[in-house]
């Protein structure tokens, strides 16, 4: 079974800082996907990455995606109050489309 | 248009109660997902459904937990007996077809066993 790991579990910062939170997969992704989960809500997708050394820009927020495709990094520039929230990645656990999320990366920023 | 709803937003119930939550998933959307995402953790699958049938429950605990989606619209999950470690929020997701499509969330029903 397929283990994804986020780091760091938890993040508090100044508004205006840079971030980068990471996610390794225990094996290769076959289509990594970036949600963020503000409280009270479900999951918002942001991004799904598919090749290796793939890089995607979302306004502030840059998704990178490995090489060999076991690990991904989601950075941040300056930070801003609404950017507070979990961050999870995900993957497909099967052809039908259930996904394996990581345990989060929980994100405060001050402002 | 409408996103995903759930029904209730927050249960409390006492140990060994019946419970039944609701999903309202996209119009239109086919593939309908639960998930339990517990405290600290990221959501973890328990059913999928395309159309009226369950193609996958493999994520199910045990046998306490069905759900069912008879019209192929709105789902239901059951959890009868329930245990203090059934306190989770509980996530339903739609998509257009399932597969890789993009699931879209609701925001959960906050189950909570005293």
């Known amino acids: 079974t397929q283990l994804l790991e986020q780091s760091p579990q938890f993040l508090s910062i100044q508004e205006g800082e840079n971030l980068t939170v990471y996610c390794n997969s225990s094996?290769?992704?076959?289509?990594l996907q970036w949600y963020r989960q503000e409280p009270g809500e479900g999951p918002v997708l942001l991004v799904t990455?598919?090749?290796?050394?793939e890089v995607k820009k979302l306004k502030r927020l840059t998704f990178q995606f490995g090489d060999a495709r076991k690990d991904s990094s989601l950075h941040i520039t300056a930070a801003q109050p609404g950017d507070t929230g979990l961050y999870l990645c995900?993957?497909?656990?099967?052809?039908?489309?259930?996904?394996?999320f990581g345990k989060g990366t929980k994100l405060s920023v001050k402002p | 248009g409408a996103g995903v709803s759930q029904t209730p937003s927050n249960k409390v119930t006492e140990k060994g109660k019946y419970v039944e939550l609701r999903c309202d998933p996209i119009?239109?959307?086919?593939?309908l997902y639960w998930y339990r995402q517990s405290l600290g953790q990221g959501p973890e699958f328990l059913i999928y459904?395309?159309?009226?049938?369950?193609?996958?429950d493999s994520g199910l605990p045990n046998d306490r937990f069905f759900a069912v989606r008879p019209e192929g619209s709105v789902s239901t999950l059951k959890i009868q007996r329930t245990e203090r470690g059934d306190s989770a929020v509980y996530l339903c997701?739609?998509?257009?077809?399932?597969?890789?499509?993009?699931?879209?969330f609701g925001p959960g029903t906050r189950l909570l066993v005293l």
């Open positions: 094996s290769v992704f076959s289509s």
């Open positions: 459904f395309q159309g009226t049938g369950a193609a996958d």
């Open positions: 995900a993957d497909y656990g099967g052809s039908q489309g259930n996904l394996i």
């Open positions: 119009s239109g959307h086919t593939a």
């Open positions: 997701a739609s998509s257009l077809v399932g597969g890789r499509e993009t699931q879209y």
């Open positions: 990455v598919v090749t290796g050394g």
